[in-house]
C-alpha cells in the first residue's frame, strides 16, 4: 500500500514545477540574471554614519549633518625622533617644516595644525602631531587623501632620522578595504571547492553534489541583485552586508537542496520511480524546507526590533537571502530533478557511493541506541554540559573593537598604535557637538571655553583639542582627546566624566544651548545601551512567533517548546565558547586574534537571530521526519528511532557545510570576523551533534505521547490537520 503523504503547498509546487521543467529552469536562470542586471544597474544605498548612531552620539552626528559643515575626513602625521632625536633637535625641526609645507600646497588639505600648538608635542618630547583635513565625503575623500599620503611618503624619504607616518579617516580605510576586500575574496573561493567537497562526500555523485552548490550560488547572486534596489529604501551597512548574504544565503541555499535531494535519492533507492520519489520529497522535505524557511525568516525579522539601522539592513537582507533560496528550492529544484532523472547520479565516486547506499551510519547508530536506552541519564548529561558550556556567558563583556580589532599586521594600524601611545586619544577624539542660535555669541563662546580648560585638566582628557563652527553658526563640533583604546574602561570613564560633570558645569548653564558627545567611544556606549534595551523585545518577538509558527505546522504545544528551548541551550554554549575564547584569552595564540576585552557588541544579539534560524533547518527536517512516522503508526520512540536515523547523515553533512563555510570567516584576520566565524561554527557543530544526536531523541523519548499535545480551547476543535492523499502516481 502506498503512504499517507500530506498535500501542501511545497508538493503542488513540485508537481508545478515537474511538469512544466523548462519554464521552473529557464524562469529562475532569467530571474537570477535580471535580479542581478537591475542590481548592478540600481547599485547599493549605504548607510551614512549619521543613519548608524544611536543615542546621544546619534542625535550629535545628526545635527552635525544638518549643520552642512564642508565634508571632510580628519588625518593625523606623526613625526617620531629616531635613535635620540628628540622634537627640539635642527633634524626634528627642518624635517616637520618640510612635511607641513608640502602637505599645504598639497590638494584638498585644509585646516592644518602644525607642531608647536598646544598639545602638538608629546610629553617624552620625542614626537610631534600635524593634524589637517580631507576635503570631501566618506567616498570621495578615499581618493583625495591619496595625494596627502604621497606628500607624507616623500617627507618621509627625505628625512630617514625621524619617522614621518600618516593616519587618519580616509587613509585608513583606503588601506582597511583593501585588507578586507582581499580577505572575504580568500573566503569566498576557499568555501566553494570545500561545500563541494563536502557534498561529493554526501551524494557521492558529481551531479547530485553540483546542483545544492549551483542553487546556492544563484540564490546569492538574485539576493544581491535585488537587495539593490531595496536599499534605496532601507539602506545597507557598507562593507558587511555582501559577506552576510554570501554566508547565510550559502547555508541555507545547499542545506535546502540537501535535504530535498537527499530524500529524493533515498526514495529512489527504496524502488520508486523518479516522479513518485520526487512527489515524496515534495510533500515531505518539501515541506520542512518551507516551514524552516518561515521560521529562519521570522528569526531574521527580530533584527528590524534591534534598534540599530545597521541590524535593520541585516534583517532585510538575510531575509531576502532565505526567501530567495526557498522558492528556488520549491521550484527549480524539483525541475532539475526531473529533468535529470537517472542522470541525477552521474559521476558517482564509487569508495562514496557505495558507502551512501548502505543506508544509516553505523556511528549515529551507535549513538543513537545508547541514548535511546538511557533517555534519562542522556539528557541529563548533554544538558549539564551545554549548561557548563553556556555559564561562562554570565560574565561576558561586550565592547566595540574599534580600530583594535582591525588586523594588527597592516602598517596603517602599526602607525596608530604609535599614535596612540605619543599622543594618547588622539586618534579617536570625543567630539562635543554644540548646538545654539549663534554658538558664536558671547555666553556660549565663554561655556565652550570654559568646557575645553576642564576637559584637558580632568583625568583621561587631554589636547590637543580643535574647534570648527559650521557656515550658518547654529553648530559648534569641538574634538577632544580621550584617553585609552577608545572602547576600553578608562575611554568609559572620560566619556563619563565629560557627560556628567564637565558639560553640565559649563554648557549645561548656557540657556537655548545644548551639547551632545560623539565620537567612538560615545558611539560604542550608547550602541550597547541601544542593544541592552532592546533585547528582550528581539527575544520575545522571535521566540514568540516562531511558537506560533511550529505550533501551527506539527500541531503540536510541547514540540515548539522543545525546540525554543534547545535552541537556547545551543546559542547559551556558544556565548560560553566565545567568552573563554576571545575575552578570557584561550586559544588566542592559535586563533592569532588581537584581544579586545570581550566580545564584539553586536555579535551576541546578531548570533542569536542567526542561529536560532539556522539552528530550525535541522529540527524541522527531523521532526518533520519523526512526525511522518508517527502518522504511519509508529509509536513514538519508533518514530523517533526511525526518523532520526533516516535523517542523520544529511544532517550531519548539512553541518558540515556551515561549520566548514563559518570556520573559513573564522580565519580571516580582522577580530569581528574571527569572532562572527567561531561562535557559529562552534553553535552549528553542537547543535548537529549535542542537540540533534543525544538531547532531542531523549527528550522526545521520555515525553512519549505528551510529544504531541494541544490543548482544546473551549468552543474551537483541536488544531486542523492538513489533507492528506495517497502519493505514487507520480507528479
Do not use: C
Request: without cysteine; charged residues 15%; proline residues 5%.
Amino acid at each position: 500500500m502506498l503512504p499517507v503523504i500530506r498535500t501542501n503547498v511545497a508538493a503542488a509546487a513540485g508537481r508545478w514545477s515537474a511538469r512544466r521543467r523548462r519554464v521552473a529552469i529557464w524562469g529562475w536562470l532569467g530571474f537570477v540574471l535580471v535580479a542581478f542586471a537591475v542590481g548592478g544597474a540600481v547599485g547599493q544605498r549605504y548607510l551614512t554614519v549619521p543613519e548608524m548612531g544611536n543615542g546621544e552620539s546619534g542625535r550629535a552626528l545628526r545635527a552635525y549633518d544638518k549643520a552642512n559643515f564642508p565634508e571632510a575626513a580628519l588625518e593625523q602625521v606623526l613625526v617620531h625622533g629616531r635613535a635620540g632625536v628628540v622634537a627640539g633637535d635642527p633634524a626634528f625641526k627642518v624635517a616637520a617644516r618640510d612635511l607641513v609645507a608640502r602637505l599645504r600646497a598639497t590638494p584638498h588639505v585644509r585646516d592644518l595644525v602644525a607642531p608647536g600648538a598646544p598639545g602638538t608635542i608629546s610629553r617624552d618630547g620625542r614626537s610631534a602631531l600635524v593634524t589637517f583635513r580631507i576635503a570631501g565625503d566618506e567616498r570621495t575623500s578615499r581618493d583625495h587623501v591619496k595625494a596627502a599620503v604621497a606628500a607624507t611618503a616623500a617627507a618621509q624619504q627625505a628625512h630617514p632620522s625621524v619617522r614621518v607616518e600618516q593616519f587618519g579617516e580616509a587613509s585608513a580605510n583606503n588601506a582597511i578595504w583593501e585588507a578586507m576586500t582581499s580577505d572575504f575574496r580568500r573566503a569566498e573561493t576557499t568555501s566553494l571547492p570545500v561545500t563541494l567537497v563536502v557534498l561529493l562526500v554526501a551524494f557521492g555523485a558529481i551531479v547530485a553534489a553540483g546542483i545544492p552548490l549551483l542553487l546556492g550560488m544563484t540564490a546569492v547572486f538574485a539576493a544581491l541583485g535585488l537587495l539593490s534596489p531595496l536599499s534605496h529604501l532601507i539602506p545597507v551597512s557598507e562593507g558587511n552586508i555582501d559577506p552576510v548574504v554570501l554566508l547565510i544565503g550559502l547555508a541555507v541555499g545547499v542545506d535546502y537542496s540537501m535535504f530535498y535531494l537527499r530524500r529524493n535519492l533515498e526514495e529512489r533507492n527504496a524502488g520508486r520511480d523518479n516522479r513518485s520519489a520526487l512527489a515524496v520529497a515534495a510533500a515531505t522535505s518539501g515541506r520542512a524546507v518551507l516551514v524552516s524557511g518561515l521560521t529562519v525568516m521570522v528569526a531574521m525579522a527580530g533584527m528590524f526590533l534591534a534598534g540599530s539601522a545597521v541590524f535593520s539592513s541585516f534583517g532585510m537582507g538575510t531575509m531576502l537571502v532565505v526567501a530567495v533560496a526557498v522558492v528556488g528550492s520549491l521550484t527549480v529544484l524539483p525541475a532539475m530533478v526531473a529533468w535529470l532523472g537517472d542522470r541525477l547520479e552521474r559521476g558517482r565516486v564509487p569508495f562514496i557511493a557505495k558507502r551512501r547506499r548502505r543506508g544509516e551510519s553505523r556511528v549515529w547508530g551507535a549513538v543513537l541506541d545508547r541514548v535511546l536506552r538511557r533517555p534519562a541519564i542522556s539528557l541529563a548529561l548533554g544538558a549539564g554540559l551545554l549548561l557548563a558550556l553556556a555559564l561562562p556567558a554570565t560574565a561576558m563583556h561586550t565592547v566595540d573593537p574599534g580600530f583594535t580589532g582591525l588586523p594588527q599586521d597592516l602598517p596603517i594600524m602599526q602607525t596608530y598604535n604609535r599614535i596612540q601611545a605619543a599622543f594618547p586619544g588622539g586618534p579617536v577624539p570625543a567630539t562635543v557637538v554644540v548646538q545654539a542660535r549663534d554658538v558664536t555669541a558671547p555666553a556660549v563662546r565663554a561655556a565652550v571655553g570654559r568646557m575645553t580648560e576642564q576637559a584637558v585638566a580632568a583625568p583621561d582628557l587631554s589636547g590637543p583639542v580643535a574647534t570648527r563652527i559650521s557656515p550658518d553658526r547654529t553648530v559648534e563640533a569641538v574634538d577632544i582627546p580621550v584617553a585609552g583604546s577608545g572602547t576600553d574602561k578608562r575611554s568609559e570613564q572620560a566619556l563619563a566624566t565629560l557627560r556628567d560633570h564637565v558639560i553640565p558645569a559649563t554648557l549645561g548653564s548656557v540657556r537655548g544651548a545644548r551639547a551632545d558627545v560623539a565620537g567612538l567611544t560615545a558611539s560604542s556606549k550608547d550602541f550597547n545601551d541601544t542593544m541592552k534595551s532592546h533585547l528582550p523585545l528581539v527575544f520575545a518577538f522571535v521566540l514568540g512567533v516562531a511558537f506560533l509558527l511550529l505550533l501551527r505546522s506539527f500541531r503540536s504545544i510541547v514540540i515548539p517548546l522543545t525546540a525554543i528551548a534547545l535552541n537556547l541551550l545551543s546559542v547559551g554554549a556558544a556565548y560560553g565558547v566565545l567568552k573563554l575564547v576571545f575575552q578570557d584569552g584561550h586559544l588566542q595564540s592559535l586563533l592569532g586574534f588581537a584581544d579586545l576585552g570581550g566580545v564584539v557588541d553586536w555579535l551576541p544579539l546578531f548570533l542569536f537571530v542567526i542561529l536560532f534560524g539556522l539552528s530550525m533547518d535541522y529540527h524541522v527536517l527531523i521532526i518533520s521526519r519523526i512526525r511522518e512516522e508517527y502518522d504511519a503508526g509508529a509509536s513514538t520512540e519508533e518514530a523517533v528511532s526511525r526518523g532520526i536515523r533516516s535523517t542523520a547523515g544529511i544532517i550531519t553533512s548539512a553541518a558540515v557545510v556551515m561549520v566548514a563555510v563559518f570556520a573559513i570567516f573564522g580565519t580571516l584576520s580582522a577580530t569581528v570576523f574571527k569572532q562572527m566565524g567561531v561562535g557559529l561554527a562552534v553553535a552549528v557543530l553542537i547543535d548537529a551533534t549535542i542537540v540533534r544526536a543525544v538531547l532531542l531523541p531523549s527528550a522526545m523519548t521520555l515525553l512519549g505521547r505528551w510529544n504531541w499535545y494541544a490543548p482544546r480551547l473551549p468552543g474551537r476543535p483541536r488544531l486542523p490537520r492538513a489533507r492528506q492523499r495517497r502519493v505514487g502516481a507520480g507528479v
